[in-house]
Each structure stands twice: as C-alpha cells, then as structure tokens.
C-alpha cells in the first residue's frame, strides 16, 4: 500500500515525533522541533551510527578493527575556512525568480516541457509534480498531451527560450528570469559590529571542522593512516524550497566521516564504505528493495569530487523512485590542500616506516541524522485496518522511542504497585513507559501508533504466580514469560 506523506506528519505531529519550529507563530519555512519520542528517534540513531564508527569500527579488509576517532567542532569557523573550501564562491545553486507569483525556484528543480514541433508555449512543473497533474495542466494550457512533449530540467534550457515558458504556479507565459547564482550559507556578525570584516558563516556540512583539526588529530593521538575522523552536528542551508517535511531543511544535523587513506588504496576503501553503509541501513530495517544506489553522474559531482555513489531510500513523495539519504564521496586531496594553502599550515601526513610525507586521500560517507529519521519514520509507518489504532510504527526494536510498556490491567491499586517496581526496574537499562490510565486497548493503540515493541501487563495473575503478559506490537500475539525474565527478553529483542 503507497504511504501518504500528509499522514505520516499528521502522526509525526499528532504523537509528538517532529513539530513545525514556531509552531504557536505559524511555524518558519525549513525548520522543524523534534518532539518527546523524535529525539528518543534521533537520538538512537545517532547513537548507533557513533558506535558503529567510533566505539566499535568495522573490521578492515586486513581482519583487524580499522581506527575511527571522533569531534566536535564549532559551528562558526573562521570564514577563511569557507573560501579554502569553496562555499563562499561555489557553494550556489542557480535559481529562478516568476515575476508573477513572486516565487524563487532552483532551476535544476523545474522540469520544462518543451513542445516536439517547436508550435505554442512551453509549460515548467516543479520536479516532484504527479503525472495526472501534469497531464491536466498540459492539456489545459496548450490542449495537447505529454507525449507531444520532450523535457529538460530548466537549467539546460537556453534562456532565449525562457519568453516561451509558462512557469509552474502562473498561466502566461515570460514571467521567469534568468538563472541567477544564490549563496545558500546563512551569516551572521561576530562581536558587536556588523561590518564585513566581522561576517561569519553558519557551517553548510560538519565535515570542514574535521578537515580544519586534521593535524590537531594527528599531533594528539596515536592515528596512523589509513584512519578516520567522525563528526555528528547541525548544519545550516539556507535552503530555496525546502520541502518534503525534514527532508530538505534549512536547518538540519548530519553524521559525516572522513576516512584518510593512501591515493592507491581508495577503490578499496571506496567499495568498503559502500558496503558498510548499505549493511548500517539494512541492520536498521530499510529493506534491500527500498534502496538504490546511485552513481552520480560526472556533471553533478560536487567541486571536490571524482567520484561519489548516493545511498538512495524510496521515500514515498518519491516513489516509485528513490531520493539521496547519503553519499559516499571520493573528495580527493582537495580539502587538505586547500585548508593547507589557505592557512599556510603544513596539513600532510608523516608516514615513519616508509620515511615519507604525503597528502592522504578522503572516502566521505555523509548521511543526514534528521534525513535518516525521516527514512526511518516513513519506513515504519504501517497502515493496518485490524487494529483500533489502524496504524501502527514498526520500527526495529533497537529505534524505537520506547523499547516496552509497562500497562498494569486495571488502575487498581494491586497491579500497580507491580508494574512500578517492574518500572523501577527496567528504567537503568531501557527507555520504558509506564502507562497507567485509560482502558487497555486505546493503551495499545498508543503504544502500537509510537512503534513500542513490546507492551508488558500486570494483571490478577501477575500477582498469583508472577507471570506477565508480553504483547508484540507487529503481530499483537500475546504470550506469558515470568517477571524474572522481562529482562532478558527485552535484552535479546533489543539487539541492534
Ligand atoms: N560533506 C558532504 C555533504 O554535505 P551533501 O550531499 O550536500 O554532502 C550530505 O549532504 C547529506 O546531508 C545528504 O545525503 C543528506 O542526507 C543530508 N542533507 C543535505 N542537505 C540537507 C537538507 N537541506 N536537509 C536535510 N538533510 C540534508
């Protein structure tokens, strides 16, 4: 069954996953507020990707753990650093403004329809439009169908023929302007005055406070190449149209690598982090079928790049194509020669057996934190007509917000005694609810619409031989295990 979008941030909203930012004021476009469980969500997500990383890495090719350390840098970074990096001149995106209805389009996100006969008006959609809309603007417009059309993405159109486009929110057509370059870094002032000299950019990806503490890295531990460094934090785009719920914010956190290896060995790390990266989302539930792997195109590679492959998830505003939750980047040397050359630092890599100094190359695996929430929400949205709740989240149970509930049967004061001490005694070790009010089907109906996996409930038998019922949030099957061994069941399931 197709997901809706509108339903799931009406249940994102609804359960206290994700806010608009501002909401009592109307919200502000591209920024979003994670609510009690969407930080439990995000929180567990991050955690395991910096395990995965940092506390336990993979085993290398060689059989042995490879090294990953980790930072935590500043947001706001000397602006030199962004013109070493390239975002201060190239960091843009060419963007199209209607005359008409005032609105700003990224070009390459309008797709025209360009008449096969060369006769009448052009029509321009946003990228994501439906087919049946497009098909009824079309015949609306010019009376003719898609296929006496081709298409181009506005910004491969030659603006000579922009007089000839109908843009995608008007009727007429020449309204759009030409293609014009638009910094997506916000700014800000440090210190008191608000002059140029003192202009300061909110970081647009956490990986340049990596490439700046390179050679701090490597003076203060004991890294040897190949080796990498890990950072999760906010970033900040100022983003034309956001859009998508948190897919494409303005603000939003990301969890980026960089691994620094040998120029020669980088096909291998290249397929390594491919491999690893796909097997981090398989572990977590996104099935093998939602995903697609991405070869970007030479003309779309970043600056820096020769290389980069886009782990791509099958969102449902997308499908039934897939759009980029992370790419894995072949950077080059680029960044370390630039910071080198812009600060006059020294930023090469010393390596003593071979008695030899040189530049290491960069694999960046780069995924979105909030991005990744999204796939993981989207995924587990579950549309279930048998159940009171019609809907429930089936998160793995390593994800979920709240790993068990704690249900006594009735308010009564029995059972719920029992259920607090078996609270009490799951809370060091598990995030658990103890719920207590409401009858017990609208209690499993909340719990199944949060993704709890598990719901544990005290009743009179409890109390006679010890036994509680455990209910299984995908299945609702019910079986009874003794209260001794709540724990180790949930330790088994929990797993990641
Ligand atoms: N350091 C490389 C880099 O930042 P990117 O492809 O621009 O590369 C990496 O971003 C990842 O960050 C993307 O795959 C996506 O998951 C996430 N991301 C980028 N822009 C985003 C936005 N506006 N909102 C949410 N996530 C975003």
Known sequence: MTKDMKDIVALCKRRGFIFPASDIYGGLNGFWDYGPLGTELKNNLRDRWWKDMVITPPIGPDGAPIEIVGVDSSIIQNPRCWEASGHIGGFNDPMVDCKESKKRYRADHVVVYLPKDGEGVAVSFDKDAEDDEIEKRLKKL???????????????????KFANIIGPDVKEAG???????????????VG???????KAYLRPETCAGIFLNFKNVVDSSRV?????????GKAFRNEVTPRNFVFRSREFEQMELEWFCEEEDVPMWFDFWVEQRTNFWLSLGLPKSSLHFLDVPKDDLAHYSSRTIDVEYQFPFAAPDFDELEGIAHRGCFDLTQHAEFSGQKLDYFDQPNNRRFVPHVIEPSTGLTRGVLALLCEAYTVDENRPSGVYMNFHPSMAPKKAAI????????????????????????????????NIGKRYARQDEIGTPY?????????????????ERNTMSQERIHLDKVKDFLREK???
Do not use: S
Request: charged share 25%; glycine share 4%; proline share 5%.
């Open 494 to 496: 929990i797993k990641g």
């Open 455 to 471: 719901c544990f409930t005290i009743d009179n038998d409890t109390l006679a031989d010890g036994t509680v019922t455990v209910r």
């Open 224 to 232: 040897k190449v190949p080796f990498g460094i890990a950072q999760v």
């Open 192 to 198: 008191a005055a608000a002059g140029d000299e003192n």
């Open 142 to 160: 010019t009376k003719k169908t898609p296929a006496d059309f081709e298409t181009a993405k506005l910004d491969q159109v030659d603006v000579a």
């Open 175 to 189: 309204t759009l302007t030409e293609p014009r370059q638009f910094n997506m870094m916000f700014h800000t002032y």
């Open 407 to 438: 249900l006594p049967l009735t308010a009564k004061e029995d059972h719920v005694p029992t259920a607090q001490k078996l609270y009490m005694d799951l809370r060091d070790e598990f995030v658990v609810d103890l719920d207590i009010k409401q």
